[in-house]
C-alpha cells in the first residue's frame, strides 16, 4: 500500500499568516497516464471533507487563490497564504493513483 | 446542485449485517466513479471501495475485501454498500464520495453488542 506521510500533525498559526503542509507517498504518484493524482481536501469540524486541489497543483471550483498545490512524484505541499478563520480544520492529503487508495493521517491547523 | 444523501446506518450486532445507501441528484450519476470513505470516532479518513461509472469495476480495501460488496443503480441514481460479518473495527461514519469533489454528509454506523 502507498503510505502517505502528512508534517505537522498539528500547525498553529496567526490570522493572516502563512503556512505550508508536507505529505510525501511511499511511491511515486505519477499514473500511467501521465496524471499525478494527487488531492487535497480539507475537513472543518463536524462537515465532510471538502476538496481544495485535484491533481497536484489545480485548485476547485470556488476555493480561493490563497491556496495554492505544489509538488511531484513523491512529495508535495499545501501552502495556505493570508489564513482566515474559514481556514481552520483538519487537512488531508490523498491519493487516487494507486489502489488501496489512502490517505495521509492529517494535519490539525489551529490559530496561534 | 450537488445532493448525496446516505441512508441506512445505525446499530448493529457484531457479525451481522447491514446495506448502506447513498441517494444522489444535481448531476449525472451515471458518468461519475462513486467511493465509500469513512471516518471512525477521532480518527483521520479511510477509502473502502470504488465502483466504476457503470459498475463492471470494483475496488475494495483489504479489511473489508469478502465482507463488503459496493454496487450501484444508475437508473436510480443510488450507490451501495453492502456489509456483511461487521466487526467492532468497522464502526465509523461512512461517506459516498462522487468522483473526488463531492460529499455526502455521512451516516454512522456502530458495531456493538
Known amino acids: 500500500d502507498v503510505v502517505m506521510t502528512q508534517t505537522p500533525v498539528s500547525l498553529s498559526v496567526s490570522l493572516g499568516g502563512q503556512t505550508s503542509i508536507s505529505c510525501r507517498s511511499s511511491q511515486s504518484l505519477v499514473h500511467s497516464d501521465g496524471n499525478t493524482y494527487l488531492y487535497w481536501y480539507l475537513q472543518k469540524p463536524g462537515q465532510s471533507p471538502q476538496l481544495l486541489i485535484y491533481?497536484?497543483?489545480n485548485r476547485f471550483s470556488g476555493v480561493p487563490d490563497r491556496f495554492s498545490g505544489s509538488g511531484s512524484g513523491t512529495d508535495f505541499t499545501l501552502k495556505i497564504s493570508r489564513v482566515e478563520p474559514e481556514d481552520l480544520g483538519v487537512y488531508y492529503c490523498?491519493?487516487?493513483?494507486?489502489?488501496?487508495?489512502?490517505f495521509g493521517g492529517g494535519t490539525k491547523l489551529e490559530l496561534k | 446542485e450537488v445532493q448525496l444523501v446516505e441512508s441506512g446506518g445505525g446499530l448493529v450486532q457484531p457479525g451481522r449485517s447491514m446495506k448502506l445507501s447513498c441517494a444522489a441528484s444535481g448531476f449525472t450519476f451515471s458518468n461519475y466513479g462513486m467511493a465509500w470513505v469513512r471516518q471512525a470516532p477521532t480518527k483521520g479518513l479511510e477509502w473502502v471501495a470504488t465502483?466504476?461509472?457503470?459498475?463492471?469495476?470494483?475496488y475494495y480495501r483489504d479489511s473489508v475485501k469478502g465482507r463488503f460488496t459496493i454496487s450501484r443503480d444508475n437508473a436510480k441514481s443510488t450507490l451501495y454498500l453492502q456489509m456483511n460479518s461487521l466487526r467492532s473495527e468497522d464502526t465509523a461514519t461512512y461517506y459516498c464520495?462522487?468522483?473526488?469533489?463531492?460529499w455526502g454528509q455521512g451516516v454512522m454506523v456502530t458495531v456493538s453488542s
Open positions: 464520495r462522487a468522483g473526488s469533489p463531492h
Open positions: 465502483i466504476s461509472y457503470d459498475g463492471s469495476s470494483t
Open positions: 491533481k497536484v497543483s
Open positions: 490523498y491519493q487516487g493513483t494507486h489502489y488501496p487508495r489512502t
